[in-house]
Structure formats: structure tokens, C-alpha cells
């Protein structure tokens, strides 16, 4: 494969389940979000990682709710409201006075900006692929449902952030990684040719939507939560530079 090939194409990466270990990272998360809060703020550290732990549980269950019912509104909107209910929710169930709602912004980004590049939860051979990926002349972006913010902090922690473009979360494009939508407005932002995309995923239903505006897409079985369901996959982040190399001459 020419550097001529390789620099045609994009290679879009999702996050959770293919580049990191969304059990691993989440453990990683509950116990520094206490040594976050606690010395900062007061509280017993571990009461902290309850109210982080209670709180996305309860969110995760109604934004499924409102996306199986097509009620989502729109992700700039949500994510603001998000910063407020999860501060709030934080503090109230630690019993330590809530800060003012102008703060809430601040407070969320600093804890982003602390964790995130100290997790330690990317799956065997992913660093490599990714560099080796950058090596032969792709553009890498993410397509992730992280904020960008959040995919920064993990990508440098990982010591790849040099090899992307771009990190695509719902917040660059004002839409849930709920449809199609997510990935037409992206392509467009970057005037791309849906045939020159690679989509990287784990969940059937992301690559359904990306194949459904002409892109090519890559299913990560890493987990064994889906088992393969598209031609082309990968078993361990090892094979996708060989898998990609397959797809572009197809």
C-alpha cells in the first residue's frame, strides 16, 4: 500500500470499546473522582465515587429512555444540563454545600482535565495501530459519543494525540451519536466523500449508520460483547492495520 492510497482515505475512531476499556476505565474513574473531590472540597473520598457512580447510572438509564423514543434534544443543550445535574447530584449526596451554577462548567473541566489523561485502560495493541496507521499517511479523526474534551485528556494519555486531526464527540457537531446525522455532519464539516471514510466501531448499530451513508466500516470485537457482524472486523487492535490495508484495495 502506497502512501498515495492511505492518504485518500480517513480512519474514524470510535472510543469506548475500541480504544479503551470501558469496565477498566470506568473502576480507574470511581476511585480518582474521590481523590479528586475530597481533598478539594471535603466529603469522605469514597462517598464521592458513590455519587459519581449513582448519578451516571441514573442519567445513562433516561438517556436511553428518551433515545429509544427519539426524544433527544439537542447534544450542546443536554451536555450543558448534564454539567448541572451532575454537580448538583455530587455534592447534595456527599451533604457538602453546592457551588454556584456559574461554577459548574469550571468544575467539570477541571475534573476532566485531571482524570483523563491518567486513565490507563487502552486495549493490547492499539497504540501501535493507531501510530502505524499515522505512519503510512492516514488522516485519523475520532467519532466517538465522549465530549472532545474528554477524548483529548484519553488520547494524550495515551501518547497518540499528535496522530488525529480532529476529535469528534456529539459537542463539534451539535448531535447524538444517536443516527446517521452524527456521521453525515462530520463527513460534510470535512467535505468527505463517504466513500473515502473508514469507520472504526464496536457496536453494530454505529456502523449501521455509517454504512448507511456510503461509508466503509471496521467492526471492533475486542470485548466479546458483539460478536462479528460485518466482513471486515478485528479480534485485537494488532490486525487492523492488515484489515484497513485489505479494505482500501478492495
Not at 51 to 75: D, K, Q, R, S, V
Not at 197 to 217: M, Q, T
Not at 220 to 235: D, I, N
Amino acid at each position: 500500500m502506497t502512501r498515495n492510497d492511505s492518504s485518500n482515505f480517513v480512519i474514524f475512531f470510535d472510543d469506548g470499546g475500541v480504544m479503551n476499556d470501558n469496565i477498566l476505565r470506568g473502576i480507574q474513574w470511581q476511585k480518582m473522582i474521590g481523590d479528586f473531590f475530597s481533598p478539594k472540597y471535603g466529603g469522605e473520598s469514597h462517598k464521592w465515587s458513590e455519587a459519581n457512580f449513582e448519578f451516571i447510572n441514573e442519567i445513562m438509564a433516561e438517556y436511553t429512555t428518551a433515545a429509544e423514543n427519539e426524544e433527544l434534544i439537542e447534544y450542546n443543550d443536554y451536555h450543558s444540563d448534564f454539567i448541572l445535574r451532575w454537580v448538583t447530584s455530587m455534592f447534595e449526596y456527599v451533604g457538602v454545600k453546592v457551588p454556584p451554577e456559574e461554577m459548574h462548567n469550571k468544575i467539570y473541566f477541571e475534573v476532566v482535565e485531571a482524570i483523563t489523561p491518567n486513565v490507563k485502560a487502552s486495549f493490547p495493541g492499539v497504540v501501535e495501530a493507531i501510530k502505524n496507521l499515522h505512519r503510512q499517511g492516514f488522516r485519523l479523526f475520532t467519532s466517538s459519543g465522549e465530549h472532545s474534551v474528554e477524548l483529548k485528556g484519553y488520547l494524550r494519555g495515551m501518547r497518540v494525540k499528535y496522530c488525529f486531526e480532529n476529535f469528534y464527540g456529539p459537542d463539534l457537531v451539535n448531535t447524538h451519536k444517536s443516527n446517521e446525522v452524527f456521521y453525515d455532519r462530520i463527513f460534510k464539516e470535512n467535505n468527505l466523500d463517504p466513500r473515502r471514510a473508514i469507520v472504526i466501531d464496536d457496536k453494530p448499530i454505529f456502523l449501521e449508520f455509517a454504512e448507511k451513508i456510503g461509508a466503509n466500516v471496521v467492526q471492533a470485537c475486542l470485548t466479546g460483547e458483539f460478536e462479528p457482524s460485518y466482513r471486515y472486523y478485528v479480534k485485537h487492535m494488532n490486525e487492523l492495520p492488515e484489515v484497513i490495508e485489505k479494505l482500501v484495495k478492495k
